[in-house]
Nanobody, 125 residues
């Protein structure tokens, strides 16, 4: 069993940056692919970014490509989402996810095994 706890959300101005963290416990996530999703009011939960267990491959949704970067530090059992040039459209609850199918981003992007509780990101202009 893997527990995931997101942190780093908050209220920021459009154009600012924010870094989200996802701390895992219960077991090491070094063999897990990790991902970030978000859900805005009235919207479905959508994929944001994913990273393989090794960190050698990543995937980012088109709407955040070039602005957001997913990364991981397996020694700290933590995954990050660096968010730059934030827009009001980025406001949402951001969720961390994990998949035991760690060698590819496909499974964590579509059917993760574990979810965190989410952290709120609010962007004003």
């Amino acid at each position: 069993q893997v527990q995931l706890v997101e942190s780093g959300g908050g209220l920021v101005k459009a154009g600012d940056s924010l870094r989200l963290s996802c701390a895992a416990s219960g077991r090491t996530i070094s063999a897990y692919a990790m991902g970030w999703f978000r859900q805005a009011p009235g919207k479905d939960r959508e994929f944001v970014a994913a990273i393989t267990s090794s960190g050698r491959s990543t995937s980012h949704e088109d709407s955040v490509k070039g602005r957001f970067t997913i990364s991981r530090d397996n020694a700290k059992n933590t995954v990050y989402l660096q968010m730059n040039s934030l827009k009001p459209e980025d406001a949402a609850v951001y969720y961390c996810a994990a998949s035991s199918r760690g060698s590819t981003v496909e499974y964590v992007s579509n059917m993760p095994d574990y979810w965190g509780q989410g952290t709120q990101v609010t962007v004003f202009s």
